[in-house]
């Protein structure tokens, strides 16, 4: 089986190095020529660093003008902003019945996907693996958690699941919106205050706030209908201390003077709540917050 792979992100060469223990073809799809370049001039392969141990996972790389065989297997590891377009960008280059899997952070872009390519079988991941770049195509192994799978179609029913290491769930919406609930309480203040995870409460200002977006969340959730089993505060807490280590993405990009998906964490609250009449201005200042340390950086 080919696994082709949007981009070289660091939770995409996770998967590119699992799917070449198991045996499978990588092709990674590069926005350019240059970028085709120098990943042929590094040896053509991506390094995966773990506890100080480095392996290789050879890839073939090319742009998407350059693919000239039927995609079968897609995988998206991509930015949430970049997600729609990456889709649109090689639509011209699936199979009828290629299988999608669109692997992003954030709420609000997987159902877009999902309305205007539900002719392919299209499904949706959501992963707590914890990786870095350190370098064009090395990235560091920070964590490996786990990723669920599923189809945001109640009439698609799916037996098996096509990545090896994830399992089914048959609520990946719930799956999705949990880990957006969670980001927007963690990342955020992590970037501002230029923190680890573990840090997030550890002034009496930056506990007030996580306190105030989890309720601001937890209001919008019951005018949505959505239920919960344990506060999100508690389950914050507990992500916190598990990933105390880890520099959340956002964090990564405010440091790098990188775009972040805040529109699509904190943002995808702000927007949702204006339709349920609920406020949310935690949310909404994170959100400024984010946008304005990221213009500055620019």
């Given at each position: 089986m080919t696994w082709h792979i949007i981009g070289a992100g660091a939770i995409g060469s996770l998967w590119a190095d699992r799917f070449h223990q198991q045996g499978e073809e990588i092709r990674l799809i590069l926005r350019t020529e240059a970028q085709v370049q120098h990943f042929k001039d590094q040896g053509s392969r991506l390094l995966i660093e773990e506890r100080s141990n480095v392996s290789t996972v050879p890839c073939f790389a090319s742009t998407t003008a350059e693919i000239n065989t039927p995609i079968t297997h897609l995988l998206i590891p991509t930015k949430a902003f970049d997600a729609m377009d990456a889709v649109k960008s090689i639509q011209s280059k699936l199979a009828p019945n290629a299988t999608i899997i669109v692997m992003i952070n954030g709420y609000g872009v997987q159902q877009q996907i999902e309305k205007h390519f539900s002719q392919y079988n299209l499904l949706f991941a959501s992963t707590t693996d914890g990786a870095?770049?350190?370098?064009?195509?090395?990235?560091?192994?920070?964590?490996?958690?786990?990723?669920?799978?599923g189809s945001l179609s109640r009439s698609q029913s799916i037996k098996t699941s096509p990545l090896m290491d994830a399992k089914l769930t048959d609520a990946i919406d719930d799956v999705i919106w949990k880990k957006v609930a969670i980001n927007c309480c963690i990342n955020p203040i992590t970037a501002i205050n230029n923190c680890l995870n573990g840090a997030i409460f550890a002034t009496n200002e930056r506990s007030n706030t996580v306190f105030q977006l989890a309720e601001e969340i937890e209001s919008l959730e019951h005018a949505m209908g959505i239920k919960r089993q344990k506060p999100l505060l508690q389950e914050v807490e507990q992500v916190a201390e598990l990933t105390a280590s880890n520099r959340s993405s956002m964090l990564q990009d405010v440091s790098n003077g990188r775009r972040t998906e805040v529109e699509h964490i904190n943002g995808a609250i702000v927007d949702l709540a204006k339709n349920h009449g609920v406020e949310v201005p935690y949310n909404l200042k994170m959100l400024?917050?984010?946008?304005?340390?990221?213009?500055?950086?620019r």
């Open positions: 870095y770049k350190t370098a064009p195509f090395k990235t560091v192994k920070a964590a490996i958690d786990k990723t669920l799978i400024n917050t984010i946008q304005n340390l990221t213009l500055a950086a």
